[in-house]
């Protein structure tokens, strides 16, 4: 009863905070034009309650959807599932197909993660003092590559998995037109290290990057800076620092 309890009051919850702000819609479509064309192909990794899928979709981009939690594939449905346009899949990302054990707090599944080091490192951050991961299911895994061989290349790829952002860059073979991924002090090395996969990936110094903080929707230097300035901006953030985005994009 306790658990059905605090799963229910999580879902409830995350439907508030991405759904229940009436202006929130047209922030994101402002924020994620510029990496989401229309007629484009966006992937939505980590797609929770599908306010970014919607966003691309209102952008008139066609959507490949992920989110291995249940109870939110099942969201996604109600939501998406009769337009054509939004391929919805119960799976995850990884570096190698196969299966992995979810770990989520049913109080708080915004952070359902497939990393047990996050789990580890991130739980003893102040910030996460609430959460109480649980495992939950084996979920299937695919990658990247495997999602670009089914769909084709995407222009923009979203990516919010908490912790195993470099396991899902890892999947991946070639550059793509523009990458977010999430970055939080306590795991900083996760998305250093997604910098440098980008980085071989594109070849040096094609890629831009700037980061938004929390969800406020704007970039810091919306112009972008080299690797090496987002590298160091990273290495310098307090401990107690902001968590964000990673956001970059091909230039040349």
């Known amino acids: 009863m306790g658990e059905q309890f605090d799963r229910q009051f999580g879902l409830l919850r995350s439907l508030l905070v991405y759904r229940g702000i009436p202006w929130r819609g047209a922030q994101l479509r402002r924020f994620y034009r510029r990496f989401v064309p229309a007629g484009g192909l966006a992937f939505d990794v980590g797609a929770h309650a599908g306010n970014r899928t ?40 990884g570096r190698a197909p196969g299966q992995a054990r979810l770990m989520s707090s049913p109080r708080t599944p915004t952070v359902a993660t497939l990393s047990t080091d996050f789990v580890q490192r991130a739980g003893a ?16 895994v695919t990658t990247l590559d495997a999602l670009i061989a089914a769909h084709g290349k995407p222009d923009f ?24 991924f999430e970055f939080l002090p306590a795991v900083r090395d996760v998305a250093l290290g997604c910098i440098d996969r980008l980085e071989v990936l594109a070849g040096e110094g094609r890629y831009r990057y700037a980061v938004s903080l929390g969800e406020r929707l704007s970039l810091l230097k919306p112009d972008g800076e080299s690797a090496d300035a987002m590298r160091a901006w990273l290495r310098a953030m307090p401990p107690d620092g902001p968590s964000g985005d990673v956001h970059a994009w091909l230039t040349r």
């Open 54 to 93: 919607a966003a691309f979709r209102q952008l008139g981009a066609r959507v490949v959807a992920l989110e291995p939690q249940p109870a939110f594939i099942r969201l996604l449905q109600r939501r998406f599932g009769a337009d054509a346009q939004v391929t919805l899949l119960p799976q995850a990302l």
């Open 125 to 140: 951050a102040p910030s996460f003092r609430g959460v109480h991961w649980q495992d939950g299911p084996l979920v299937d």
């Open 157 to 180: 790829v979203k990516i919010d998995v908490e912790g195993f952002e470099l396991e899902v860059l890892m999947g991946l073979s070639q550059p793509v037109g523009a990458v977010s």
